[in-house]
C-alpha cells in the first residue's frame, strides 16, 4: 500500500542547538547522579538545581544559554557534554496545523520519529499538547500492519535520546505559545508547553524498560519538564512479565496494551507476540494490573477491513473485556506500504462499538491525526529512506 501523499511546511533543516555529539549526553544522567557530578566537580548543590531546570524548565539549547550559570562553570560543562545528540533530518506539518513530525537522526546514524499533536479544548478537557515518542530505533515484534515493525529492529534508546523528543517538543510548543501570548490568545507569562507524553512512537517501550522507567522520571520532575505521572500513556504489545513488573512501580502513569483482536487465531495473524503471551494470559496480566493499581487500562484496537472488525469479533472483545476496569481505543488503521491492509469506515467502525457497548464496554473512535504526514508510527521514516536514500 503506497503511503498517502504529503505535505504542507516541510524543512530539511539540520537543528544547530548542539554540535558536540561527540561528548556523552548530560541528559542521560539522572537528577541525583547529576547532582553528584557537579558536587565531585566542585560545584555547590544549588548549581546543580540550577543546571537541572535550565536543561529541563528552561530547555536552553545550548551552556551559553544558561544566563543563571557562571561563565567557567558553562565553559568546563561544554567541554565535558553536550545537550542533545538528535539532529533533525525532517519535519512536516499537517495541513490542518494539528500535527507536526519530526525526523531526528542519532549520532550513529539512525533515524527515530517523534510527533507532536495539538489539541483544542473541547469544553470537558483543556488544551493540550500531546509529544509521542521513541523508545526504539525499529522494532523486532514485527507486527504486520506496523511500519515500524515491517523495518526491524535497530538497538535500544539511551535515557538521554528519550528525553530530548521531549525537550525537542517543548521548545516548539513554548515557541507556540510565546506566538499566542504576543497575539493576546494567551495570558501572558502562562507557557504550558507539552502537557501530555505517550510512549507510542516507534519501538516497543517494555523492551527497554529500565530507560523509559529512568526517562519517566525525568520528565515527571516538579522542577524540570513537569510531565505529571497520569499524562504520561505507555503503549505496548503485550509483554506480560514487565507489564507485572510495572504494577509494582506504584506509579500512576497510563498504560495501553495493543490488543488489536479478540483471540488467539486472529491475533497471531498479525502479532507474532501473541505466540509467546497469549490473549488470555495477556488479559489476566492485566486483571492484576488493574487490582494492583486501580488504574483503569486502555486497549487499543487497530481496525483492519475485514481481518479484525466485525460485529462478530467486537461481541468476542466484549466478553473477553468484560469486568475489567478499561476503555477501548478503536483506531481505523494508517495503511502503510507493505502492509497488506485498508482502513475499516467510520460507519463500520461504529458498528463495532456498538457491540462493544452491549457488553458495557465504553469505546472511542479516534480518527487518526496526521495522515498527510505519514504521521503512522514508523512510517515517515520509511518515507525518509525512500526519498534521502537513508
Ligand atoms: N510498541 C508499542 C508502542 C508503539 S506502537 C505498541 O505496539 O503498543 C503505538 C500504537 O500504534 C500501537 O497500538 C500500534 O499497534 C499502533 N500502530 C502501529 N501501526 C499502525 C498503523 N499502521 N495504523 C494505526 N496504528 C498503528
Ligand atoms: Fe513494534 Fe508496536 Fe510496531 Fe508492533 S506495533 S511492531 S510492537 S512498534
Request: hydrophobic residues 35%; glycine residues 8%.
Amino acid at each position: 500500500m503506497t503511503p498517502p501523499p504529503s505535505t504542507s511546511h516541510e524543512s530539511t533543516a539540520v537543528d544547530a542547538t548542539d554540535a558536540t555529539a561527540a561528548l556523552p549526553s548530560i541528559l542521560d544522567l539522572s537528577r541525583d547522579k547529576l547532582t553528584a557530578t557537579m558536587l565531585e566537580l566542585g560545584e555547590k548543590k544549588f548549581r546543580a538545581d540550577q543546571l537541572w531546570r535550565s536543561i529541563y524548565h528552561e530547555t536552553a539549547p545550548s551552556f551559553d544559554d544558561m544566563s543563571t550559570l557562571s561563565k567557567p562553570f558553562r565553559k568546563s560543562l561544554g567541554e565535558k557534554y553536550s545537550i542533545s545528540s538528535l539532529e533533525q533530518a525532517m519535519f512536516l506539518t499537517s495541513a490542518d496545523g494539528t500535527t507536526s513530525k519530526a525526523l531526528y537522526k542519532l549520532h550513529d546514524g539512525e533515524l527515530i520519529e517523534t510527533v507532536l499533536m495539538r489539541y483544542e479544548s473541547d469544553g470537558h478537557r483543556r488544551n493540550r499538547k500531546t509529544a509521542c515518542i521513541s523508545t526504539q530505533a525499529g522494532c523486532a515484534l514485527g507486527c504486520t500492519f506496523c511500519a515500524t515493525g515491517q523495518q526491524g529492529f535497530r538497538r535500544n534508546l539511551t535515557v538521554g535520546e528519550i528525553v530530548a523528543q521531549v525537550i525537542e517538543m517543548q521548545r516548539i510548543a513554548h515557541r507556540e505559545d510565546e506566538v499566542q501570548m504576543s497575539e493576546g490568545k494567551r495570558t501572558k507569562g502562562e507557557l504550558q508547553g507539552v502537557t501530555n507524553v505517550v510512549f507510542m512512537g516507534m519501538g516497543e517501550p517494555l523492551a527497554n524498560y529500565r530507560n523509559m522507567m529512568a526517562a519517566i522520571k525525568v520528565l515527571n520532575d516538579g522542577q524540570g519538564l513537569n510531565i505529571g505521572a497520569r499524562h504520561i500513556t505507555v503503549s505496548t504489545v503485550g509483554l506480560i512479565p514487565q507489564i507485572l513488573q510495572l504494577a509494582d512501580e506504584e506509579l500512576q502513569i497510563n498504560l495501553a496494551i495493543s490488543l488489536h483482536a479478540p483471540d488467539n487465531a486472529t491475533r497471531s495473524q498479525t502479532m507474532p507476540i501473541n505466540q509467546r503471551y497469549p490473549v488470555e494470559e495477556l488479559i489476566r496480566a492485566c486483571h492484576k494490573y488493574a487490582d494492583k493499581t486501580k488504574r483503569r487500562i486502555f486497549f487499543e484496537y487497530v481496525l483492519l477491513k475485514e481481518q479484525n472488525d466485525s460485529i462478530e469479533q467486537a461481541q468476542k472483545l466484549g466478553r473477553l473485556l468484560n469486568g475489567l476496569h478499561c476503555h477501548v481505543n478503536l483506531i481505523p488503521v494508517n495503511p502503510t506500504k507493505e502492509g497488506p491492509f485498508e482502513r475499516t469506515d467510520l460507519s463500520a467502525a461504529k458498528l463495532f462499538q456498538g457491540g462493544l457497548k452491549q457488553y458495557g464496554i465504553p469505546s472511542t473512535v479516534r480518527m487518526e491525526k496526521g495522515i498527510d504526514i505519514n504521521a503512522g508510527c514508523g512510517q515517515l521514516r520509511e518515507r525518509a529512506i525512500d526519498i534521502l536514500g537513508a
